[in-house]
């Protein structure tokens, strides 16, 4: 490469422009690399796994209203999107035999060694099996009184149900389900014509200073704007969405998203914050660690406190793939 530019730079014709070459080329190849490291952020299995199975994860949430995300996210992670051992004997659900099994068995070392797991015939089968398990145990009564859209309330409560003993569990659901946006098929949006990235990237500059227009929007009394620390937002209220809320405050749908690091059809509960500006880099004080719950993911921690998705990443020093486990400590400032 360097023999290159030598070259460039003593030749007459390009000489002269040499420079401002290497400057364009140089910016060039940043930008293809840049988009490499972007494309290496989704896993490939999980998207395959995702387009493979998709359909049939949205067939069971119509006949046992599991969410879809819910079950796509088991299979993922339970499955290793398919490629693990156990997904060899059409298991992907880690669903060991329990006394009342009587089908074909493998045997896998889990918590403990050499334990025993159902087999089946056909992955559909696996799927009917874990729905059925869901949707008959007593232990998961209480998720199908959720709302079908509250994956997050669904994954805490797999989890306290006792369906496994990973601390991280719910949490690692939650992960995937956010990072792959499952939740769309759990509304029927997957088919939508474009993705909320691309739709993201057509946000609006938010204005410098506030209009006398959202001035007043943001004294509605059925919307009222909270200000703490410098920082205002807004609570969702019942069957709430982005379009509303920005009708309500003056700014656009992609300023919303923009200052809440969500994409479009990021589905919404009640409670949530939803921030009128800019996130900050650190909590501010007496908010200087947060131990992480059950249900809880980077966004979330990220959304109670006011901080870039970012720098809780990097005021903790984690990696994107992190998943934050029940009892962790993460600094704030």
Not at 179 to 194: I, M, V
Not at 217 to 225: H, K, M
Request: aromatic share 12%.
């Amino acid at each position: 490469m360097r023999d290159f530019w030598a070259l460039l730079q003593k030749n007459t014709i390009f000489g002269a422009k040499y420079k401002k070459m290497k400057y364009l080329l140089c910016l060039i190849l940043f930008v293809v690399e840049s988009m490499g490291v972007e494309a290496q952020k989704k896993n490939a299995s999980y998207e395959q796994y995702i387009k493979q199975y998709n359909a049939l994860a949205v067939q069971h949430q119509k006949k046992y209203h599991i969410p879809a995300s819910i079950t796509l996210a088991q299979g993922i992670l339970e499955s290793g999107a398919g490629q693990s051992k156990l997904a060899k004997s059409n298991n992907h659900f880690g669903i060991k035999c329990g006394s009342s099994w009587k089908g074909k068995r493998v045997y896998h070392d889990d918590d403990k060694r050499n334990e025993c797991f159902r087999a089946y015939n056909s992955v559909e089968d696996s799927y009917e099996d874990h729905s059925q398990l869901l949707a008959n145990g007593p232990r998961y009564a209480g998720l199908f009184k959720l709302n079908p859209t509250d994956y997050r309330g669904w994954a805490k409560g797999l989890q306290t149900s006792g369906y496994a003993t990973d601390k991280a569990y719910a949490n690692s659901l939650i992960k995937i389900i956010e990072d792959y946006e499952l939740y769309l098929f759990d509304s029927g949006k997957a088919s939508r014509s474009s993705t909320s990235k691309e739709k993201q990237e057509k946000k609006e500059e938010k204005p410098k200073k506030l209009t006398q227009e959202q001035k007043e929007l943001q004294e509605n009394p059925n919307r009222p704007v909270q200000n703490s620390q410098g920082l205002r937002y807004v609570y969702v209220i019942d069957n709430d969405n982005l379009e509303r809320i920005a009708k309500d405050t003056g700014f656009t749908p992609q300023e919303l998203m923009k200052f809440n690091e969500i994409l479009d059809d990021f589905p919404l509960q009640k409670g949530d914050k939803i921030y009128l500006g800019k996130k900050k880099s650190k909590a501010y004080k007496p908010y200087y660690d947060h131990v992480v719950q059950i249900g809880e993911s980077m966004h979330s921690i990220s959304q109670k406190y006011g901080v870039k998705i970012k720098s809780l990443y990097k005021l903790n020093k984690k990696k994107e793939d992190y998943v934050p486990t029940e009892g962790d400590v993460l600094k704030l400032r």
